[in-house]
């Protein structure tokens, strides 16, 4: 059974500019989750879906934002990109829709310029 | 607000030697506390967890342990190998109907031969 697999797997962009990610949940898997990994403020909780709804929501700006298609894949996108933004973003599923048994990505390195 | 703290921040032992890290929650409305480790350009791998109605939980050469009084969990890793060498995230989330995980700040783990 694969993975959870994102895509790209390494990003360059300029300030201003903005980025989708996409994610690809484990086959059977209804929910998805976004995290993003720095350095300095560790892994954060970005958003939460489950079967298309938004159900949870981070302390992130609007500029981050994201969506959930029937199929269960998940895209999110960051707009008017800042130097802060680059980080490892990283997608997670499970079954139920609950934090038990959460399997992550490898993730897209995003790196703004 | 949620918050988890995590010590020590890197933690070095020989082979064979035994590793403790430890973590502290500060949501009363936890009641599932993961276990992740994180290698090099790879995204976090679930190893072992814990539910709060759970004091103490062992797989091979990896336990946990809760306190739910003190609010503390532990990972306890025996007899350490150099594959054990990564970075430990531990976390905590309210369970049910949530996929957010709140997590620590990460320990280095460094297994000498």
């Known amino acids: 059974k694969a993975g959870v697999t994102q895509t790209p797997r390494y990003l360059i962009k300029t300030r201003g500019q903005q980025v989708t990610l996409s994610c690809s949940p484990i086959?059977?898997?209804?929910?998805v989750s976004w995290y993003q990994q720095t350095p300095g403020q560790g892994l954060q909780f970005l958003f939460e879906y489950f079967s298309e709804t938004q159900r949870n929501k981070g302390n992130f700006p609007g500029r981050f934002s994201g969506r959930q298609f029937s199929n269960s894949r998940s895209e999110m996108n960051v707009s008017t990109l800042e130097l802060g933004d680059s980080a490892l973003y990283l997608c997670a599923s499970s079954l139920e829709g609950r934090a038990e048994k959460l399997f992550f990505g490898s993730g897209t390195q995003l790196s703004v310029l | 607000g949620e918050n988890v703290e995590q010590h020590p921040s890197t933690l070095s032992v020989q082979e064979g030697d035994s590793a403790v890290i430890k973590c502290t929650y500060s949501d009363s409305a936890s009641n599932y506390f993961p276990w992740y480790k994180q290698e090099l350009g790879k995204g976090p791998q679930l190893i072992i967890d814990?539910?709060?109605?759970?004091g103490e939980k062992k797989d091979q050469r990896i336990a946990v342990t809760l306190n739910k009084t003190a609010k503390h969990f532990s990972l306890h890793i025996t007899e350490t190998q150099p594959e054990d060498s990564a970075v430990y995230f531990c976390a905590a989330s309210r369970g049910t109907g949530f996929q957010k995980l709140v997590f620590g700040t990460g320990t280095r783990l460094l297994v000498s031969p």
């Open positions: 086959s059977g898997h209804r929910s």
């Open positions: 814990i539910r709060s109605n759970v």
